[in-house]
């Protein structure tokens, strides 16, 4: 995927040019053929928000049984696709892919969708105000890490001296309920 540059899912940058992508990026496999990342600093699962008149379920939308919207490349639209569509429970035309999430949130409150599916860090904030709910969770685990270049070794060790720092100082945790992350 990478050779004498530094490429995420199709942003490539000349070489040196991007020292770290800090973003609530997902640690995979496949990232990591291209980078390396930072010890995790949070794992997030996939919340699920309907419309709140809206009686499609947690089950139903675990059954297949509801037109789902997921941002494309997102944790949640691979979920739907190997969870739902290859096992067969679901058709594949019944996941919408957006953009970004507030598309996605913009066509579930106009009743072009069914459901949203995305991070439970942020979902929540994605609907706040509108007459939209969160109906339940799927347990994804997935983990955020920083992502620095192979050979930057230097970064990645302060980087991970730098997490564990922050994450051992009491600030820690009043930035999470500052943020509402527990």
Do not use: H
Request: aromatic content about 8%.
């Amino acid at each position: 995927m990478v050779s004498s540059s530094f490429s995420i899912q199709g942003t490539t940058s000349s070489p040196g040019k991007i020292d770290m992508v800090y973003a609530g990026m997902t640690i995979t496999p496949e990232r990591l053929e291209a980078v390396n990342f930072s010890n995790p600093y949070w794992t997030v699962n996939q919340d699920v928000a309907v419309r709140e008149d809206s009686n499609v379920t947690l089950d139903d939308v675990l059954a297949g049984k509801a037109v789902l919207g997921a941002q494309r490349g997102c944790t949640a639209a691979t979920w739907i696709e190997k969870n739902l569509i290859e096992t067969g429970k679901m058709p594949a035309a019944n996941l919408k892919l957006y953009v970004d999430t507030p598309a996605a949130v913009s066509d579930l409150e106009i009743g072009r969708i069914d459901a949203v599916m995305y991070d439970d860090l942020s979902l929540g904030s994605y609907i706040e105000g509108k007459p939209l709910k969160i109906i339940g969770s799927v347990e994804t685990k997935e983990q955020f890490g920083v992502a620095i270049r192979k050979e930057d070794t230097a970064l990645l060790e302060f980087m991970n001296e730098a997490l564990a720092e922050l994450q051992a100082d009491p600030y820690w945790e009043e930035l999470k309920e500052k943020y509402n992350l527990n």
